[in-house]
């Protein structure tokens, strides 16, 4: 009996469908996280209701995806359209849940899947927020940093140690996590100092700072290094297509060119940092990791003849 219930959770499609569905149930969560938290609401009372008209949400209408993709982003009691965001998080979260559940949810690596999911879900909400408010919450920067290093202690397979670790592989990925909210959030601050100097004005906001000491905490400071130039090339590979249109279609709309994007508006960095990070500790970790190294050991060897 025992051994059956192990064979089920060693089947690749059983595992990935569980995943997806406990990410659709907590994005509907991480849903109510992102439109709360920045208006100062509780995220627990009152249960779901329509942000119009104030009517409670059923049930059936409550349903993460499905529900959405029924009603087609209509509410079902007034004319309020249902925002594409409630759809796109908890389909992200679905996708990236399964993601998560298949590549660690391997036998014994269970507390790497619950590290990953708490990573994974804090990124989804930071993400969110700025995206919509242009705010990184202390709550998730600093908060998430001190989460991650408690985590590095309590579960050091987080740093590439073994799941029963002694106390002193346990110091040493705290260590590491100590080091990586350090040296990545020293970098982006440099960083954005210098950048600063050089347009004359403030090229990153505290915020973004902080968040890299959250990333380093949960991936070291080699993820650090990594999120901040993934997140400066999404940045731009995303955004430059997005500002030529606009400054072309200016041109037809000229009077209503204050909510468009263009040359010298303010853009969250946060969702790109969030998104390297993503990328990072979901698939490039081993490779970019093994890069690094062995840059410095060239480096080093180098440098000792
Ligand atoms: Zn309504």
């Known amino acids: 009996m025992i051994e059956s ?10 595992i990935l469908i569980v995943g997806f569905f406990f990410g659709a149930i907590v994005g509907s969560f991480l849903n109510v996280c992102i439109s709360r938290i920045p208006l100062g609401k509780s995220i627990v009372m009152p249960s779901s209701s329509c942000p119009r008209c104030g009517d409670p949400v059923s049930w059936f209408h409550n349903i993460p995806i499905f529900s959405w993709l ?8 007034c004319d309020f359209k249902l925002p594409l965001r409630y759809l796109s998080v908890e389909l992200f979260t679905a996708l990236l849940f399964a993601f998560v ?10 507390d790497l899947v619950c590290t990953a999911l708490v990573f994974v879900s804090i990124l989804i909400v930071v993400i969110g927020i700025d995206f919509e408010t242009m705010t990184i919450p202390d709550r998730f920067s600093i908060g998430g940093a001190v989460a991650g290093l408690a985590l590095s202690f309590s579960f050091p397979s987080l740093h590439g140690f073994s799941a029963d670790a002694m106390l002193i592989e346990r110091m040493s990925a705290l260590f590491i996590s100590v080091t990586g909210v350090l040296v990545s ?4 601050y440099w960083i954005g100092a210098i950048a600063g100097r050089l347009i004359n004005k403030e090229a990153l906001g505290q915020g973004d700072v902080k968040l890299l000491g959250f990333v380093g905490a949960f991936c070291g400071w080699e993820g650090g290094v990594f999120v901040i130039f993934g997140g400066a090339f999404l940045g731009t590979i995303l ?17 209503n060119q204050q909510n468009q994007l263009g040359w010298g508006m303010e853009i969250p960095f946060g969702p790109f940092l969030g998104m390297a990070a993503l990328i990072y500790f979901l698939g490039l970790r081993e490779f970019v990791d093994g890069w690094l190294k062995g840059i410095i050991s060239n480096f080093l060897f180098v440098f000792s003849q």
Do not use: W, Y
């Open 185 to 188: 959030s020293a970098s982006l």
């Open 239 to 255: 955004l430059i297509p997005v500002m030529l249109f606009s400054k072309f279609s200016k041109v037809s709309h000229a009077n």
């Open 70 to 77: 029924a009603l087609r982003g209509q509410a079902s009691c």
């Open 5 to 14: 219930t192990f064979e089920i959770f060693a089947d690749p499609v059983f």
């Open 101 to 110: 559940f298949f590549k660690f949810g391997g036998v014994g690596e269970f």
